[in-house]
């Protein structure tokens, strides 16, 4: 959807996974679910599909939010590139994972109305 405006990929999104949207709200509010599925299909297919494989590194102490121990130079001196075959690999995943936050977003929404009127 390069070049498209936001209105125009939503209405793409909501075209390409309209089967799938009744379903995704008879499921339900599962936020702990909904966390570990994009967890999963992460580790799977974004983090899965990277040319080069990022060693998991050691815990280190964390005093305050601003501490990162350095990690946007660490992982900027792996030279790593999203090429082709990678977004080919993500952009999937990532449009229906739009689409569902999109139907889940509305669903949280109209709880929330609901309780306060």
Same mark, same amino acid.
């Given at each position: 959807?390069?070049?498209?405006?936001?209105?125009?990929?939503?209405?793409?999104?909501?075209?390409?996974?309209?089967?799938?949207?009744?379903?995704?709200?008879?499921?339900?509010? =599962? !936020?702990?679910?909904? /966390?570990?599925?994009?967890? @999963?299909? &992460? *580790? +799977?297919?974004?983090?899965?599909?990277?040319?080069?494989?990022?060693?998991?590194?050691?815990?280190?102490?964390?005093?305050?939010?601003?501490?990162?121990?350095?990690?946007?130079?660490?992982?900027? =001196? !792996?030279?790593?590139? /999203?090429?082709?075959?990678? @977004?080919? &690999? *993500? +952009?999937?995943?990532?449009?229906?994972?739009?689409?569902?936050?999109?139907?889940?977003?509305?669903?949280?929404?109209?709880?929330?109305?609901?309780?306060?009127?």
């Amino acid at each position: 959807m390069e070049g498209a405006s936001p209105s125009e990929f939503a209405e793409t999104l909501d075209t390409q996974f309209a089967a799938s949207e009744a379903g995704w709200q008879k499921a339900g509010m =599962q !936020l702990d679910a909904w /966390a570990w599925e994009g967890h @999963q299909l &992460a *580790a +799977a297919t974004s983090y899965g599909a990277l040319p080069v494989k990022i060693a998991i590194e050691p815990n280190v102490p964390v005093e305050k939010c601003t501490d990162d121990n350095d990690i946007g130079n660490r992982m900027l =001196q !792996l030279h790593e590139a /999203a090429g082709q075959t990678y @977004q080919e &690999a *993500a +952009a999937p995943v990532i449009e229906e994972r739009l689409a569902q936050a999109g139907v889940r977003l509305a669903m949280i929404l109209n709880d929330a109305a609901k309780a306060n009127p």
